[in-house]
T-cell receptor, first 109, second 116 residues
Framework: RKEVEQDPGPFNVPEGATVAFNCTYS??????FFWYRQDCRKEPKLLMS???SGNEDGRFTAQLNRASQYISLLIRDSKLSDSATYLC??????????FGAGTRLAVHP | GAVVSQHPSWVICKSGTSVKIECRSLDFQATTMFWYRQFPKQSLMLMAT?????????EQGVEKDKFLINHASLTLSTLTVTSAHPEDSSFYICSDSRDPSWDEQFFGPGTRLTVL
């Protein structure tokens, strides 16, 4: 079993749609959780951190369920510029990060 | 602006040659930096943790004699791929951790290595 699992997609959605990504992780001791965005042939960039209480940043909402070891990302009112691969990332101790393989999102006009 | 730089951004080399990739932490003294590798359509995989002034810590399955890491200063870590082969062709990315209490990392722009 992979340490961080994501649906690879692709998710093809029209502009304005709401889309949700899910992620599960295997290490119950993980303490930090993130969503990163990666554009084609570029480095990952932090989108948002994920807290147990849930957090929102504009059109993006992230949720963490520690009991189920499950993380989600909701994107509302999708824009063309949201097209990218979204990486679920979990801390692995000793400042290490463990990356999921990513979920690809394609927003079309 | 960028907080971590990498050089070169891409490199093409012949099989059997060695390639050095530099990772610089800008305006931050990084005692720890990380090297990742990403194959197409796969996740970033941590290769090693680079420690300033001491030996790097390699992940299981990563050959330390093939991937030489040097972290001689607080702002520079280098990864040398020795005797590169086509299967080493990949996207190599470094990062530094500026807030150890929170695990967040800042990534360099990556180096795309193609070995012919």
């Amino acid at each position: 079993r992979k340490e961080v699992e994501q649906d690879p997609g692709p998710f093809n959605v029209p502009e304005g749609a709401t889309v949700a990504f899910n992620c599960t992780y295997s290490n119950s001791a993980s303490q930090s959780f993130f969503w990163y965005r990666q554009d084609c042939r570029k480095e990952p960039k932090l989108l948002m951190s994920v807290y147990s209480s849930g957090n929102e940043d504009g059109r993006f909402t992230a949720q963490l369920n520690r009991a189920s070891q499950y993380i989600s990302l909701l994107i509302r009112d999708s824009k063309l510029s949201d097209s990218a691969t979204y990486l679920c990332v979990v801390s692995g101790g000793y400042n290490k990060l463990i990356f999921g393989a990513g979920t690809r999102l394609a927003v079309h006009p | 602006g960028a907080v971590v730089s990498q050089h070169p951004s891409w490199v093409i080399c012949k099989s059997g040659t060695s390639v050095k990739i530099e990772c610089r932490s800008l305006d931050f003294q990084a005692t720890t930096m990380f090297w990742y590798r990403q194959f197409p359509k796969q996740s970033l995989m941590l290769m090693a943790t680079s420690n300033e002034g001491s030996k790097a810590t390699y992940e299981q399955g990563v050959e330390k004699d093939k991937f030489l890491i040097n972290h001689a200063s607080l702002t520079l870590s280098t990864l040398t791929v020795t005797s590169a082969h086509p299967e080493d062709s990949s996207f190599y990315i470094c990062s530094d951790s500026r807030d150890p209490s929170w695990d967040e990392q800042f990534f360099g722009p990556g180096t795309r290595l193609t070995v012919l």
